[in-house]
């Protein structure tokens, strides 16, 4: 079955911090793998898109990491502000049949 | 440019009434989706357009949900009628279509509270 999970469900840092969230994935056949960044109330927001030949990723203090071996993929946080408090979705996408299986997210709180 | 458009933000109706919500995408994106959200989790696809042609509609429940993007740009999707359950976040995207890698821009959407 194709799933998504991510891992923690939650978290809360300082303001500051670093922070790395993960996501692994039983999606096959592969296409590509997207970090999206969810404000409350508000639609996603698409961060990075990477496909299997790519292994980082970076938007700004954004940095994703992708190994296809391990079906494994990281977000990366660097310096974290305030406006960092959000959910991070991970999704990948299926070649087969062109959809995209959502995770369930990770919640993050930055705390000044 | 304007991003996805949808509307209402809110709505609140009462159990076995209908509702509907509209969507309208990004100009001259191909490639139009809705997704229900419940809190805490994420989107799950109802429905995907290609154009004005639904191409997936595998998880739209067809005896109360129906959605249509008659002249292939703005969307409705409607409820009828609406149960407990149904009560979620609606949630409108488009993209290009035109790679595998195009992103989906995604609406605001619209929160439903059925009583």
């Known amino acids: 079955k194709n799933q998504v999970e991510q891992s923690p469900q939650s978290l809360i840092i300082l303001e500051g911090k670093n922070c790395t969230l993960q996501?692994?994935?039983?999606?096959?056949?592969?296409?590509?793998l997207r970090w999206y960044k969810q404000d409350t109330g508000r639609g996603p927001v698409s961060l990075t898109i990477?496909?299997?030949?790519?292994n980082t990723k970076s938007n700004g203090r954004y940095t994703a990491t992708l190994d296809a071996d391990t079906k494994q993929s990281s977000l990366h946080i660097t310096a974290s502000q305030l406006s960092d408090s959000a959910s991070y979705i991970c999704v990948v996408k299926n070649t087969g049949f062109q959809k995209l299986v959502f995770g369930t997210g990770t919640r993050l709180l930055v705390s000044p | 440019e304007a991003g996805v458009v949808q509307s209402p933000r809110y709505k609140i109706i009462e159990k076995k009434q209908p509702v509907a919500f509209w969507c309208n995408p990004i100009s001259g994106h191909n490639t139009l989706y809705w997704y229900l959200q419940n809190l805490g989790q994420g989107p799950e696809l109802l429905i995907r357009?290609?154009?004005?042609?639904?191409?997936?509609d595998s998880q739209l429940p067809k005896d109360r949900f129906s959605a249509e993007r008659l002249k292939g740009v703005d969307s409705t999707l409607k409820i009828q009628p609406a149960e407990l359950g149904d009560s979620a976040v609606y949630l409108c995207a488009s993209s290009s279509g035109q790679t595998s890698t195009d992103t989906q821009y995604f609406g605001p959407g619209t929160r439903l509270t059925v009583l």
């Open positions: 996501c692994n994935y039983t999606v096959s056949p592969f296409s590509n």
């Open positions: 990477m496909t299997f030949s790519e």
């Open positions: 357009y290609e154009n004005e042609e639904a191409v997936d």
